[in-house]
């Protein structure tokens, strides 16, 4: 299972290091490690500057462990719970937006976290959201045993985030609740059969 989780995680990420697919693919450093070297002896991977990417034979190889996964799954189950991500997206997208923003005398500025009230607020509709998702996680980690990682990586995000390290709420570069979400947004997206591009072009890209 690991050689699967380590490559759909790159393929999700498009670009990581090893520290970042550990992480998501919840596998020991050296591990991962082990796998990217022979990706990489399989002209699947290649390692540049800044981390890891999949070649076009790697990426053909990620879809179809998607693939393989998504034959054994009820199609109506899976677009139930896709669903159901979708309607708890658009409230996590308006939290997001409160995080980054905020309203001062009528006007819209960057939110400069000098507020620790509204900060709160703020975390405690992502902590409702992250309840409300449970379900969606238990049911795909049950079912595609690989993404079990993402219950462990919402609450260390979460965790680090309600005691004050703000950039594990939305930061891009690190395991933040933000990267989690999109990640596992685009888990839903292939294991439902649906591509980021009709997606998008039904307002549920994002």
């Known amino acids: 299972m690991s050689r699967d989780a380590i490559l759909v995680a790159l393929s999700i990420k498009g670009m990581a290091n090893t520290d970042s697919l550990a992480a998501a693919a919840a596998e020991p450093r050296d591990i991962v490690e082990r796998e990217l070297e022979a990706f990489e002896g399989a002209a699947l991977a290649e390692r540049t500057k ?29 677009d139930a719970r896709y669903e159901r991500f979708s309607e708890l997206n ?7 937006m409160a995080w980054q923003l905020r309203d001062v005398d009528g006007a819209t500025v960057p939110n400069d976290h000098t507020d620790s009230a509204y900060d709160a ?21 049950a079912h595609v045993a690989r993404t079990f990682a993402y219950r462990q990586r919402f609450a260390l995000a979460l965790e680090k ?21 999109f990640e596992l947004h685009e888990e839903l997206i292939r294991l439902s059969g649906r591509t980021r591009a009709e997606e998008a072009a039904a307002g549920r890209g994002a």
């Not at 658009?90 to 997001?96: H, L, M, P, V």
């Not at 405690?124 to 049911?139: E, G, N, Y």
Request: charged letters at 30%; aromatic letters at 8%.
């Open 121 to 141: 607020d703020v975390l405690q509709r992502i902590a409702a959201i992250d309840r409300d998702l449970h379900d969606v996680v238990a049911w795909v980690g």
């Open 90 to 96: 658009d409230r996590f997208k308006a939290a997001i």
């Open 50 to 78: 800044i981390g890891w990417r999949l070649t076009t034979e790697g990426r053909a190889a990620a879809d179809a462990v998607i693939r393989a996964e998504r034959v054994t799954l009820d199609q109506h189950e899976i």
């Open 161 to 181: 985030a309600m005691r004050g390290e703000r950039r594990f709420v939305a930061a891009p570069l690190i395991d933040s609740y933000h990267t989690v979400w």
